[in-house]
């Protein structure tokens, strides 16, 4: 049987995972890291409170090593994420500092970290989660000084850094049409006009079994007719545990679904999943009696969802 990767490749189109780092000397788990999957994105490793856990002090060990293993297994490096209300260092989340330099800071942090990945790093999530539910912008500590101009500023510092790298925004519940994706659409579309750099939008995808938004495909489509990649960035399918046999066949469905949606639009060129062994994931964690979201079980057997996917990514 085919693998992910090669089955995606088949379409032009990267099929990715995020990488605990903390895993990797697992031989299981790095196997099917390399082995399925054409990208990878760090799911800690490069937050900024992992990069530079004291200020002016670098913590790059782990985001080195995941592009290590990514440049040994030909793999695509999906950069996530730089500016984020959450995961700050402790120093930046609770220390006070004008915006002139709160601002300097912020640009410094995006320059630093694409400039150190600059070639090695393909797409990044420049901004993340920048929405409230209800598609105003989120008071998050960059919009509370520095207000919406912090989001345009931080894309051009990353163009400047390097110039080849695609620039992201990403965020969570906007699969669908709602309030917050209409907020996402039109910040895309004003920056667009503004000539900011910003070439793709992510969408999470962090799912509930039976529950893929109808108008996923066409919410996708018109941000990809502002001319903007799309891509699904942490796509997991959670369920209420613990899982049966028809809830899991409900999840296969699901993937293969979210699987023909990336397909069927042009300027979708990818999907990463968030992690693909259930005992990876971050999901009973954070939602308690949830869980099972991922396309491998706790011994990393392949679930439904595995092969569904890769039907899905083979657009049959
Ligand atoms: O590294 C410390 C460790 O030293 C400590 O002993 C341990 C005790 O709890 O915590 C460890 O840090 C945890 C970190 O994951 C690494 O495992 C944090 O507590 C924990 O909060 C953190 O969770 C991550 C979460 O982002 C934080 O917001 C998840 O692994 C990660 O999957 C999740 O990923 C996010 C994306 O970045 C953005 N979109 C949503 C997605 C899911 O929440």
């Known amino acids: 049987n085919p693998t992910l990767r090669e089955v995606a490749d088949r379409t032009g189109r990267f099929v990715g995972t995020a990488v605990n780092d903390g895993r990797l000397s697992d031989g299981t788990y790095a196997n099917i890291a390399k082995g399925e999957f054409s990208s990878v994105t760090a799911e800690n490793a490069m937050k900024w409170g992992s990069v530079e856990p004291n200020r002016g002090q670098f913590n790059w060990a782990a985001a080195d090593r995941l592009v290590s293993f990514a440049q040994a297994n030909r793999q695509k490096v999906y950069g996530h994420t730089l500016v984020w209300h959450s995961q700050m260092p402790n120093w930046l989340a609770n220390g006070s500092f004008s915006n002139a330099e709160l601002r300097t800071i912020m640009t410094g942090h995006v320059t630093t970290q694409v400039?150190?990945?600059k070639g090695k790093v393909q797409r990044w999530d420049v901004v993340n989660e920048a929405f409230n539910?209800?598609?105003t912008l989120r008071a998050s500590k960059f919009y509370n000084q520095l207000g919406q101009s912090y989001i345009a500023d931080a894309f051009r510092v990353a163009r400047a850094a390097d110039p080849s790298a695609k620039l992201f925004i990403n965020d969570y519940n906007t699969e669908g049409t709602n309030a917050k994706s209409d907020g996402l659409y039109n910040l895309v579309k004003s920056l667009k006009s503004q000539g900011v750099p910003i070439d793709g939008v992510g969408f999470q995808s962090h799912l509930i079994v039976g529950q893929v938004p109808s108008t996923m495909k066409a919410n996708l489509q018109r941000f990809a007719d502002l001319g903007v990649e799309v891509v699904i960035s942490e796509l997991d399918i959670r369920m209420a545990t613990p899982a049966d046999a028809a809830k899991l066949q409900q999840q296969a469905n699901d993937y293969k679904a979210v699987a023909r949606t990336c397909l069927a639009i042009a300027r979708c060129t990818g999907i990463t999943v968030w992690g693909f062994g259930d005992r990876d994931s971050w999901v009973p964690g954070t939602f308690p009696g949830q869980g099972?979201?991922?396309?491998?079980?706790?011994?990393?057997?392949?679930?439904?969802?595995?092969?569904?996917?890769?039907?899905?990514?083979?657009?049959?």
């Open 115 to 117: 400039a150190r990945y």
């Open 133 to 135: 539910e209800n598609g």
């Open 292 to 316: 099972a979201a991922n396309l491998y079980d706790t011994n990393y057997q392949p679930k439904p969802a595995y092969n569904a996917f890769r039907d899905g990514l083979a657009g049959s």
